[in-house]
């Protein structure tokens, strides 16, 4: 790895990096930059292997901010490897949300910038204020490419290898990685629990900026109260990290468990909740848990297969400290299906998507509307329920009570029974993955882009016995309640690992990689799905390398800060053994 330059910045001070005066100090307060990149597969130092002329000729700074317009702090500057650079940026105002992006550009035909970006790193956002110099790290990757995690200390960040973890990106620019299992030897069925052994029960830490792992439970002496692995997991508005269900070893067999615990972020300790009823009424694997509110710690959990017929046509709603609050029934039974969160003003939706019962793989999602007045539609529920403010009416004179209140003012009329809406083209799929993605519209230097809201729906099983893959791309439209035409995957996949870019103009790239092919062996290469709201038309791209060598599956796929997204976890499978993964990949969107 390279350590490129240093690069300071502040308020009311122009923007210098190696090659400036030693006699210039280093500003009091702001931003100090660190840009660093992987010794192989550099963007830096790339040159035409026949003309000899740079692919990489020229170097952008740019400042982010919440509160500021895009690019309306930035400098470009031609870009000679190896050589001595000075960049000034106008006055940049202290604030909140601060970010610094790198990139790096080709020329055209006349010699100026040009696009696709070639390469990109962005720090994470600082809040920076008149009081003290923050350090900021941008690691500086190729872009539409899996790239390794190389660590300041030049050393390639690795997980010591686990499948089923739970994987979870953190409110302090962290990604929480807890439980997991290894692989039996001999084993060769990756969707098997019988497959895998020697549970565990510590937490680990990567760090985004600094790409290093540490161990949590060592540091904090805490860890889940039981070895677990399969959990479903997820991230509260406080940076709490909740663990639901999933499977405990006993004596040697996995068993399905209820089990519900979190990490406090205050106490930095694993807790279970206070209350009687603290776990799960019914022990459920393959189920889904889902934050429902931005600025409280409910989450639903929904579905999967347990000891007991019921959790798999059930939810539960459940918080950390009073435990087990609400329960009620889906339409049918539902495991290994995905669920996403479509959020409202006082509520929400969730859409639980495809999955798989005793009767096969399932064509259909199910939605599931709730609000804060503790109002979830449930099966057979058909009582209407209104808000007018903070008073809400419900029960078996509602219609009436509502018809009268039609005319108040913040008047709010829900139905509450489930929708039930079939998938496109009503092909059932178990395991397939499913992406909220959403962009808000964007005025630009080139004019206005629209905003959209839709919801992917990629790859998956077209069979309970996991033999056959699915190559669909759907994307539903949520404003208008109707399927765009998509294209094919170029691999079909089942389970697949995806997320999107939340940050930038690269927002909305959606990026698929590993999964299963029909011979059950894991796939090696990823692609980038984009949506133009204007042509309501998906395109698709490979991304230039592969994941790894053998690929990976059962891991997850984290969306960061940065722009990037981290896969990590799982295990690859060459169809006759399995073989846990141990690597750290960063995709940067191009």
């Known amino acids: 790895m390279n350590s490129m330059k240093t690069i300071f910045i502040c308020s009311v001070a122009a923007l210098c990096a190696l090659g400036c005066s030693p006699s210039i100090d280093a500003p009091k307060q702001g931003l100090a930059l660190v840009i660093t990149g992987p010794t192989s597969e550099s963007p830096f130092a790339e040159v ?67 696009f696709p970006v070639r390469g990109r790193g962005r720090s994470v956002p600082k809040d920076v204020q008149a009081v003290e110099t923050f350090l900021a790290r941008a690691y500086v990757t190729k872009t539409n490419w899996f790239s390794s995690a190389i660590s300041e200390a030049k050393q390639e960040s690795l997980t010591d290898g686990r499948v089923g973890a739970a994987i979870v990106a953190t409110a302090d620019n962290g990604v929480m990685v807890a439980g997991g299992a290894d692989a039996k030897p001999g084993a060769s069925d990756p969707h098997s629990p019988n497959s895998w052994n020697n549970f565990k029960s510590n937490l680990l830490r990567y760090d985004v900026e600094t790409r290093q792992l540490s161990d949590v439970s060592a540091t904090f002496q805490t860890g889940l109260s039981t070895k677990r692995a399969f959990m479903a997991s997820a991230m509260g508005y406080d940076g709490t990290v909740v663990f639901s269900g999933g499977y405990v ?59 007991q017929a019921e959790a798999s046509a059930t939810w539960e709603i459940w918080e950390p400290n009073q435990g087990r609050l609400l329960a009620g029934q889906l339409s049918k039974p539902r495991w290994n299906h995905t669920t996403v969160r479509l959020p409202e003003k006082d509520g929400g939706y969730l859409m639980l ?33 209104c808000c007018v403010g903070a008073t809400c009416h419900k029960g078996p004179d509602s219609a009436s009570v509502c018809a009268s209140l039609k005319t108040q003012p913040g008047y709010i009329e829900t139905q509450w029974q489930p929708l ?89 790239q959606v990026v698929i990689a590993g999964g299963f092919d029909n011979a059950g062996k894991t796939v090696a290469s990823g692609e980038v799905l984009s949506y133009d709201p204007v042509s309501r038309k998906v395109s698709q791209e490979s991304v230039g390398n592969t994941l790894t060598k053998s690929g990976f599956a059962y891991g997850s796929a984290v969306t960061l800060s940065t722009g990037k997204v981290l896969l990590m976890g799982g295990a690859s499978s060459d169809g006759a053994g399995l073989k846990i993964n141990q690597s750290i990949r960063l995709f940067n969107p191009k």
């Open 420 to 508: 039930l809406r079939q998938l496109n083209g009503g092909v059932g799929r178990t395991m397939p993955a499913a992406a909220y993605v959403h962009r808000a519209t964007r005025i630009t230097s080139t004019g206005t882009e629209p905003g959209y809201n839709v919801v992917y729906v990629v790859g998956g099983f077209l069979d309970s016995a996991k033999t056959q893959v699915s190559d669909r791309i759907d994307v539903f439209d949520i404003e208008t309640g109707t399927w765009i035409d998509s294209p094919s995957l170029i691999a079909a996949r089942g389970a697949p690992l995806m997320n999107w870019a939340t940050v930038g103009a690269q927002r909305g």
């Open 249 to 307: 070893d006993k004596d040697g067999t996995p068993e399905v468990t209820g089990l519900m615990e979190f990490f406090d972020v205050d106490t930095k300790q694993v807790r279970s909740s206070p209350s009687a009823n603290a776990h799960l009424q019914f022990p459920r694997a393959n189920h889904t848990i889902t934050r429902l509110f931005d600025n409280a710690n409910y989450f639903m959990i929904a579905g999967g297969k347990g000891p």
């Open 48 to 114: 035409d292997s026949t003309t000899g002329e740079c692919l990489t000729c020229f170097i952008a700074l740019v400042a982010e901010g919440p509160d500021i317009n895009d690019d309306s702090f930035q400098v470009v500057k031609p870009y000679t490897p190896n050589a001595p650079i000075d960049l000034s940026l106008p006055a940049v105002p202290y604030g909140f949300g601060r970010q610094l992006r790198v990139e790096l550009y080709s020329k055209d035909v006349n010699g100026f910038p040009s």
């Open 353 to 385: 998507i495809g999955g798989e019962n005793a009767s096969g793989p399932l064509n259909d999602f199910e939605v599931l509307q709730y609000d804060s007045f503790s109002n979830v539609s449930s099966k057979g529920n058909t009582k209407v329920t």
